[in-house]
């Protein structure tokens, strides 16, 4: 197989060991005949608190993750593409493969990345930022998963090698799969992107074959869905499929409750349904013409607070100039005569935090629990107070 995979990934952290994966791109191109490059991606939930730092980065924050897959959820996907492929990168060997690796011992996935070309270390020993720039890219778009592969991709054909031929490692071989479908989440469909679709992005469908007809419907369906719209095109798409693979409407039916099955799962992954989650899944079973299952829940800014409530402070935030820690949100909570607490109970009565949909472990007691949540600035609205009188 002449093909290769570049693959880039956004984390948790800037060091491997403790990083985990919030976006994967995978760009599959056969440097051979030059052929037009397949694009794949998505976001991943960690189920862990992204640092602010790691979100300066790439744009991601946890808020953005909750309908996103999490690693087990595609990692027998992501496996597939890089099946019998070089992994080709820019650092990929100590930062990527590292922790790719380690994400599929996690997930139980027997699967390693072995053979792979870093261009970091035998093209060009600068960051992607400078080279990018120099080959044309957008800067802004940088540290984006794609973006990152496209700029990698060039540098590789501006040098005009094949990285096959000068990989390194024993060829990786991942084992067939029974997982039913890989349903991805877009920056377009987290609201982080005013662009639904990469004009790289291609269907893999002729790389399932060996896969049932529902599970490769399922994939095509989770394409077309990316943009969040049902055009007659995509319509098209999936009637021609389903044609040609014997799916009648009672099966495409039940297939289309499964995706958005899938959906409302991640949904309550968390135990709480936002705002911003129901209208996503609004949006997807409006398109797909099925009712929702899920509702709205009631637990964010909606607590009356009463002298004698216990209020748990989790995090800081810098607002109008201002840190607000852990001792500044203690004064403020106890000066309006509420008590204070460290840590989630059921007897909590608000939880005040960075960011409401956050996956720290208070984070996620109160959403287990029911428990209100207010982010800090809301709640300094709320109760105002000076920081210089502590």
């Not at 039940?254 to 135990?271: F, G, I, K, T, V």
Request: glycine share 4%; proline share 4%.
């Amino acid at each position: 197989m002449a093909e290769v995979a570049f693959l880039d990934l956004e984390t948790t952290s800037r060091f491997p060991w403790e990083a985990r994966i919030v976006e994967i791109a995978v760009i599959i191109w056969d440097p051979e005949v030059d052929s037009k490059p397949q694009e794949w991606e998505t976001l991943v939930n960690p189920m862990v608190h992204i640092p602010e730092e790691s979100t300066k980065v790439h744009g991601i924050s946890g808020s953005d993750l909750q309908l996103a897959p999490a690693f087990p959820e595609i990692a027998e996907e992501f496996a597939r593409l890089l099946d019998r492929r070089v992994v080709v990168g820019h650092n990929i060997r100590m930062f990527d493969i590292r922790i790719a690796n380690k994400e599929f011992q996690k997930a139980n996935i027997d699967f390693q990345i072995e053979r792979y070309f870093d261009t970091y270390e035998s093209l060009d020993r600068r960051a992607l930022d400078r080279i990018s720039s120099e080959l044309g890219f957008d800067t802004a778009s940088l540290h984006t998963a794609a973006s990152d592969c496209r700029v990698t991709l060039e540098l590789v054909r501006k040098h005009g090698i094949d990285p096959g031929e000068h990989a390194v490692g024993a060829l990786h071989r991942a084992p067939r799969f029974n997982h039913r479908t890989a349903r991805t989440f877009s920056r377009y469909q987290a609201g982080l992107t005013d662009f639904p679709k990469s004009e790289l992005s291609l269907s893999m469908l002729n790389e399932l074959e060996h896969i049932d007809a529902p599970t490769r419907y399922l994939h095509l369906l989770d394409e077309v869905l990316r943009d969040l719209k049902m055009s007659d095109s995509d319509w098209e798409k999936l009637d021609a499929f389903a044609e040609a693979n014997g799916l009648y409407r009672s099966a495409r039916d039940e297939l289309h409750r499964e995706y958005l099955s899938q959906l409302e799962a991640s949904a309550l992954r968390d135990h709480v349904v936002s705002e911003e989650e129901i209208q996503t899944i609004s949006t997807v079973a409006e398109q797909l013409e099925i009712p929702l299952s899920i509702q709205l829940s009631q637990t964010e800014n909606k607590a009356e607070l009463s002298i004698g409530a216990t209020v748990v402070s989790s995090g800081s935030a810098t607002i109008g100039g201002v840190s607000w820690g852990k001792e500044e949100l203690k004064g403020v909570i106890e000066h309006h005569g509420f008590n204070w607490h460290k840590s989630v109970t059921k007897k909590t009565t608000l939880l005040i935090c960075q960011e409401l949909h956050a996956t720290t472990q208070n984070v996620m007691k109160a959403k287990k629990y029911g428990i209100p949540r207010m982010t800090i600035e809301d709640f300094l609205q709320r109760y105002p107070f000076k920081p210089d009188t502590f």
